[in-house]
Every structure is written in structure tokens, then in C-alpha cells.
């Protein structure tokens, strides 16, 4: 049987950041993962990049990329009743900034850098289980990508395998809680070959639901709308979803760019949280443990943040076998997951649609939309949230 360390499922931003951030403190890593590479480095998901995800990917010597071809973004706009308000991020918390470089750039650079180390990381695996996670000795069984039975001991298992994935079902169900919430509509996202609307991303708020105007290269856009959470995008026609993404953003001067629609889907909005994130020699990270509905931008940051924590404990418990902050990491991850929770909750309920709530509902939203674009503490809060806190 091979032996490792700390046995790795997912190749995510949650595994593959541990992975490196292990890496650098002299632990030995295996990651495995279910879809080919060539997947995990096409699939579109988030893009904005908080200053302390940036370090991060600094830190493990893999931000020159992202320094050259991601765009920082010192503010971004709220659009409701009709006009912008612009949110300036960077005068409001002395200096930050978020950058904009998608997911899957990010995932290439972190494939890249471990493969060219000499790094063990498996695509295309199937039917992987985990044992021994109560005392006994941890293992990752798998099917490789040639069809061959491969196991895998190891000292700790992280779980960083996504809201879908294995492991977080392999802690009893009596030893974990989860909390849902399932919101009742979707994201309608479309990626068009057309220049950029705006130098800054705009969050709208329309009486026929929310829309994001967000950018990804000179030449190619990624733009959502709110819509039911069944929707079929083939169902829509290119012309369909222009107007209606129009009718939820032009006004005073402003219409987005047209373009060929070169992709199109739907994703799910919720929340969930499981806890604890850590049972006996299993540790889950990322969205293997909660979920934050895209609007607040925080997914792939909280799994970074996770992914930091996580390396701490691991590298202290490998230097002398000290548990204290292997026991802590639950908690402390935890009170950085239930902040951003709310935030992305707060967000969401600001900005979209809930039908049936009534006409009190959406004057409601409006004032609170006034607040934290009129009023110093509402932008300063509005804006610190957004760019986020420092991981450590
Ligand atoms: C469609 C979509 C759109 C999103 N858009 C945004 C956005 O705009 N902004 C934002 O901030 N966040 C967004 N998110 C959320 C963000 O992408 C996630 O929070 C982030 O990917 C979490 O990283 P992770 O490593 O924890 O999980 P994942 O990225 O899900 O990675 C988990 C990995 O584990 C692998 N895996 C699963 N099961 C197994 C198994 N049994 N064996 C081996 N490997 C396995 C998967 O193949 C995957 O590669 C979006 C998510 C989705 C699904």
C-alpha cells in the first residue's frame, strides 16, 4: 500500500491550496480527483480573488501569472431604482482591492506548479472511499485512471472534495449537524464574445430580479441574471436573454455589449454548513463542509481561508505532534464560515427577487440598499466585508 501524510481528495481550490501550502512546510501530499484535468481547467465558477487569496497563491510561488492577466478592481457598483451608486473599495478600507482572475486560471497555475514539482496528483479516479477514521489506520481507496485498485494510507484525510463529494457523508450522521438553506431561483450565467461593459462589476437590483454585469478578458464577458431554479438555458434565444438582461440594467446612459453567447447554465443558490469540519483523523475543507450562494463572491475564498487555517494545524501537528490548533481548526474556520454566511445571505436578500413577499418586501429592500450606498458606515461596512479579512 503507498503511504502519505496527509491524503488529499479533491483537486479543487481547497485541495490543491493545501496541498502547496503543505508542501512548503516539508509535508508529504497525495491528491486525487475525480474528473480529468482537462475538466477541472475549463469549468467556469468564481473569479473574484480577495487580497488574501492573492497573497496565498503568492506565498506558494505561484502569483505571477495572476499579477500579469487578472485585473484589479478598486470598486464596483449597486444599481437599483433606476441609477449607480459606486462602492470604492479601496478608499474605504485604506488600500484594499479585489482582483478578478477566474477559477479555472487559478487551478491551472496550482496543477502546473505541482506537476512540474514532481507532485503526486491523480485525475480521472472513480469509486474513492475512505476508512479508518476513528482510531484505526486512514486509507483513501480508489480506482486510477488505467482501471487499476489503488490505497492509500495515510496520517489525516482531507475531505476537500466539494459540496457533492465523499467525505463529509463519512462522518456519522449522529457526529455532524448541517444547515441548509435553498433559495427559490437560480443564476442564469452566459459568457458572450463582446468587450466589457464596465471597468467595474455591477450588482443590479431590478423589480424583475437580480443581474451581475462582471467581466473576464477584453474580449470575453460572464454576466448573470436571476431566474427560476429549474430554468433550461437552451430553452432561452440569444435575443431573450439580451433584453432581458438589458431591461435589468440599462438606464441613465448605460447598456451592456452584445455578443455571441458562447456558453450558457444555470447554477443553484444556497447555504449550508456542516459542522464539526473535523472527525478523528478526517478534516474537510472548502465546499465539502458549506456553500455560500455566489452573490457575495466568497466561495473559493472562504476555501482558501480553510485551506490556510488547515496548513497551520497540520504543520504543527507534524512538527511534534501537537494537537491544540488540529483541535481548534473546526471552531476557527467556523467563525470565518458563519460571517461569511451571512454576508453572502445579506447580499442576497438585498438584491433579488422573492416573489410572493409583497410590495412591504421591496421597499424594505430599497432603504437597505440606500444605507449602505448613503451612509458612511454602510459603505465602510458594505466594502470591508467585501474585500474580506486577512486569513491569519
Ligand atoms: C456552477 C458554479 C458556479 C460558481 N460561481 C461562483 C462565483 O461566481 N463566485 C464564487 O465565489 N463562487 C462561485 N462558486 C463557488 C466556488 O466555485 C466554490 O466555492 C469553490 O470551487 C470551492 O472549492 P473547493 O475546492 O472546496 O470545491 P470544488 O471546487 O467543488 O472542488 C472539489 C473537487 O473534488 C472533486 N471530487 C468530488 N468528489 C470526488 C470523489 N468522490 N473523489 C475524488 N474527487 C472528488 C471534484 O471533481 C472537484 O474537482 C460556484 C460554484 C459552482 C458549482
Same mark, same amino acid.
Given at each position: ?26 509535508? !508529504? ?17 468564481? &473569479? ?47 488600500? =484594499?482591492?479585489?482582483? +478578478? ?6 487551478? =491551472? ?12 496528483? *491523480? ?10 477514521? !476513528?482510531? &484505526? ?7 486510477? /485512471?488505467?482501471?487499476? /485498485?489503488?490505497?492509500? @494510507? ?23 449537524? @448541517? ?18 461593459? %464596465? ?5 443590479? *437590483? ?10 473576464? %478578458? ?11 431554479? !429549474? ?7 440569444? /435575443?431573450?436573454?439580451w433584453d432581458e438582461l438589458d431591461a435589468?440594467t440599462q438606464?441613465?446612459? $448605460?447598456r451592456v =455589449? ?21 472527525? &478523528?483523523?478526517?478534516?474537510?475543507? &472548502? ?10 463572491? =466568497?466561495?473559493?475564498?472562504? /476555501? ?25 481548526? %473546526? ?11 451571512? $454576508? ?34 454602510? *459603505? ?6 467585501? +474585500? ?5
Amino acid at each position: 500500500m503507498a503511504r502519505t501524510q496527509v491524503g488529499i481528495v479533491g483537486a479543487g481550490p481547497a485541495g490543491l491550496l493545501l496541498a502547496h501550502l503543505l508542501h512548503r512546510r516539508g509535508i !508529504d501530499t497525495a491528491v486525487i480527483d475525480n474528473r480529468p484535468r482537462a475538466v477541472i481547467e475549463t469549468i467556469i465558477r468564481a &473569479g473574484v480573488l480577495e487580497q488574501a487569496t492573492v497573497d496565498l497563491m503568492h506565498e506558494i510561488g505561484v502569483g505571477d501569472r495572476l499579477v500579469r492577466e487578472g485585473a484589479v478592481h478598486h470598486g464596483f457598483v449597486l444599481r437599483f431604482a433606476g441609477a449607480s451608486h459606486r462602492i470604492d473599495l479601496t478608499a474605504l478600507t485604506g488600500g =484594499k482591492y479585489i482582483t +478578478v482572475y477566474p477559477q479555472h486560471e487559478v487551478l =491551472k497555475d496550482l496543477i502546473a506548479a505541482r506537476l512540474a514539482a514532481g507532485l503526486d496528483v *491523480r485525475f480521472g479516479v472513480r469509486n474513492t472511499s475512505v476508512h479508518g477514521l !476513528d482510531g &484505526g489506520r486512514p486509507s483513501i481507496r480508489f480506482t486510477d /485512471a488505467d482501471g487499476q /485498485a489503488q490505497a492509500l @494510507e495515510c496520517d489525516i484525510v482531507a475531505g476537500c472534495d466539494g459540496f457533492h463529494g465523499i467525505c463529509r457523508e463519512a462522518i456519522p450522521a449522529a457526529a455532524r449537524t @448541517e444547515y441548509h438553506r435553498v433559495y427559490p431561483f437560480g443564476w442564469f450565467g452566459i459568457l458572450a464574445e463582446a468587450p466589457p461593459s %464596465s471597468d467595474e462589476l455591477i450588482y443590479a *437590483r431590478h423589480a424583475r430580479g437580480f443581474a451581475l454585469v462582471s467581466t473576464r %478578458s477584453p474580449t470575453l464577458q460572464r454576466m448573470y441574471f436571476q431566474c427560476p431554479p !429549474d430554468e433550461r438555458p437552451e430553452a432561452w434565444s440569444e /435575443a431573450r436573454i439580451w433584453d432581458e438582461l438589458d431591461a435589468r440594467t440599462q438606464g441613465a446612459g $448605460f447598456r451592456v =455589449k452584445h455578443g455571441p453567447i458562447v456558453q450558457r447554465n444555470v447554477v443553484a443558490m444556497r447555504s449550508f454548513v456542516c459542522e464539526p469540519m473535523r472527525h &478523528g483523523r478526517l478534516v474537510l475543507a &472548502g465546499d465539502a463542509a458549506h456553500v455560500v450562494p455566489p452573490t457575495g463572491a =466568497k466561495g473559493l475564498n472562504l /476555501a482558501a481561508a480553510d485551506a490556510f487555517v488547515l496548513a497551520r494545524a497540520l504543520a504543527a501537528y507534524f512538527a511534534d505532534g501537537s494537537e491544540a490548533l488540529l483541535d481548534a481548526y %473546526s471552531a476557527t474556520a467556523l467563525r470565518r464560515v458563519w460571517r461569511v454566511q451571512h $454576508f453572502s445571505w445579506w447580499m442576497t436578500s438585498m438584491l433579488h427577487r422573492f416573489d410572493g413577499t409583497g410590495a412591504f418586501d421591496e421597499r424594505r429592500q430599497l432603504a437597505e440598499l440606500d444605507l449602505v450606498t448613503g451612509t458612511e458606515p454602510g *459603505r465602510r461596512l458594505l466594502a470591508e466585508t467585501y +474585500v474580506g479579512q486577512p486569513f491569519g
